[in-house]
């Protein structure tokens, strides 16, 4: 497993294309409401990256071996579909939960980052989800340090979503990220303690926990893109990207909109 460091310039231009991807979710929260499309979404997205950052938003005709290229600038996970949704014409509606996955490339450097969003009137099971899976990202986080292991995180994220009731989907993880969208380690969110790959400063990945209200079990659709749930209970999701640091860690996809950390954080 070839794990690339980054140097401290590497991760300036990595903390800049990180908070670009986070201000395109600054930028779409007033308009993720009942009766917007995903494509609207999309398109809206698109021209920001584009137009107003300067930069390129790497899903777009990404093409990993085995897939299709994918058709859009971002990525929509509506309800119980669990990621790599694909916006079309669907109007969102009350009471629907949509993830948002954004990437951009930004002078040669990618910024992954996603979050969920509650469409006019949620449920509280709903809402619950939303919450539980953006706690269990940070519990990740926090275990984010030199000298930790990649097992650290995976039971930390593991252990708060199945005391809360959820499960945690296996067949997707987070992953290292730099110049190239997807590259080693692989970090997984469930696991054990002091298992797999030492961290390291300069090591850059993301962190980003897909948990269901149901089973963990999941489906690809046709499209050969979009995953749900076998069972079609909801699933949420939320990202960010970390750097180790010589202390601990560092989130690189911050921004003026970005949620605030929970409480056990900065407490």
């Known amino acids: 497993m070839t794990i690339t460091i980054k140097s401290a310039a590497d991760i300036a231009a990595m903390r800049i294309a990180g908070r670009l991807a986070s201000e395109v979710l600054d930028m ?8 917007i499309t995903t494509d609207q979404l999309d398109k ?11 930069a390129i938003p790497a899903p777009l005709n990404y093409c990993p071996p085995g897939y ?8 929509t996970s509506i309800n119980h579909q ?22 951009v490339i930004k002078d040669g450097w990618h910024g992954d980052t996603s979050r969920m969003f509650v469409v006019g009137e949620g449920s509280i099971a709903a ?35 199945e005391n809360a009731g959820f499960s945690i989907v296996r067949e997707f993880c987070g992953h290292g990220i730099g110049t190239v969208f997807h590259e080693e380690p ?28 149901g089973r963990r079990e999941i489906k690809e659709l046709g499209d050969g893109w979009t995953i749900v749930t076998k069972d079609r209970s909801l699933s949420a999701q939320w990202e960010h990207t970390i750097a180790v640091t010589e202390t601990g860690y560092e989130v690189l996809t911050l921004s003026a909109g970005s949620p605030p950390p929970p409480a056990f954080i900065t407490g």
């Open 186 to 213: 692989q970090v997984v969110h469930y696991g054990r303690p002091g298992t797999l790959e030492e961290l390291v400063p300069g090591m850059v990945f993301t962190i980003e926990p897909m948990i269901n209200a």
């Open 44 to 54: 809206l997205a698109h021209d920001y990256i584009v137009n107003v950052q300067q």
């Open 28 to 35: 779409l929260t007033a308009h993720v409401k009942p009766g």
């Open 127 to 161: 809402k619950r989800l939303c919450a539980f899976t953006y706690e269990a990202m940070w519990k990740g986080i926090a275990k984010v340090k030199p000298g930790a292991r990649l097992g650290d995180i995976g039971h930390a994220v593991q252990t708060f979503a």
């Open 68 to 75: 299709t290229p994918y058709p859009k600038s971002i990525c």
């Open 82 to 103: 669990v990621c790599h949704g694909i916006p079309n014409d669907r109007a969102l509606k009350s009471g629907d939960i949509v993830n948002i996955d954004v990437t």
